[in-house]
């Protein structure tokens, strides 16, 4: 696992090299988003090295870390409509069997009403460093969580975790390597917490749906 990140990180580096800084931000960052094993601070960090190494100033990385936000925004849209489409899917086909109804998802994320709070909580599981974006993301999409609410904390949340990774980055290659082994256990960890999550959270269902019946 570890030579394999090596060369990814290689390769990457190599590709960020070769294209402008501008466009690897965007297109990076909706690779990313897509591709859940690629490490969420592999672009952003490897962005932020190269443009210290450009002589950048660091206002730079704002314009960087907007249209990162950009790309993984999209990204997330789309991820969105997949998981929307998969849960219509599932409680079609399977909802029966395990005890809810495509009605009894999405009144789920009808509890998000768009208020002031759902958008700084959003905002903050969007933005921590740590946290495995595109699990949120599918949680989102699966309770068809309100899509101008879903939008708006998203882009402001990767606006920020971006340039978090860019600042990184920017500071130097130790930081950046120390940085990168020390997020990835972690990372990996919050993927597999955010699966079994979903899992338990959907056994609960069935078992209060059995219960009442």
Known sequence: MENILKNLETSIG??????????????????????APIPSPLIMTTAGTIAH???????YLLFLALLASCGKTAASWLLYVLADKLEDF???????????????????????????RDDIILI??????????STVTLVCG????????FLRSTFIGYFIRSF?????????????????????????????????????FVF???????RRK
């Open 204 to 210: 609960f269902i069935y078992v209060i749906r059995r």
């Open 14 to 35: 190599l590709l960020a090299e070769k294209t402008p800084l501008e466009i690897f931000s965007f297109a990076g960052s909706f690779i990313e988003e897509v591709i």
């Open 124 to 133: 903050a599981l969007r933005a921590i460093p740590i946290m495995p974006t």
């Open 164 to 200: 978090i990774f860019l600042y990184i980055g920017f500071n130097g290659v130790a930081t950046y390597e120390t940085f990168i082994k020390n997020t990835e256990g972690i990372e990996s960890f919050m993927k597999m917490a955010g699966l079994v999550i979903v899992v338990v």
């Open 90 to 116: 599932i409680s079609s086909r399977f909802g029966k069997i395990l005890g809810f109804s495509h009605k009894d998802i999405e009144n789920i994320g009808r509890h998000f009403n768009g208020t002031l």
């Open 53 to 59: 190494a450009r002589d950048h100033q660091i206002t």
């Open 142 to 149: 699966f309770i068809k969580l309100d899509i101008r609410t």
